[in-house]
């Protein structure tokens, strides 16, 4: 489904995302649970 819609490509075992917007689209809403809590673990520490 992805790949016929040319958001991903995939070939012996390499997934190479080509529009990350409408991946982003397809993805369910926890992606962005999922994205809001890396920027937490990676943010640079308070002093």
């Keep these: 489904m992805l ?4 958001v991903i ?3 012996r075992g390499r997934i190479s995302v080509l ?3 409408a991946l982003t689209d397809a993805a369910c809403d926890c ?4 994205q ?3 920027r937490h ?5 308070e002093h």
Excluded: H, K, S
């Design 9 to 11: 490509r995939y070939t």
């Design 41 to 45: 673990l990676n943010a640079a520490p």
């Design 3 to 6: 790949q016929q819609a040319g």
């Design 31 to 34: 992606y962005d649970v999922v």
């Design 19 to 21: 529009d990350v917007d």
């Design 36 to 38: 809001a809590e890396y």
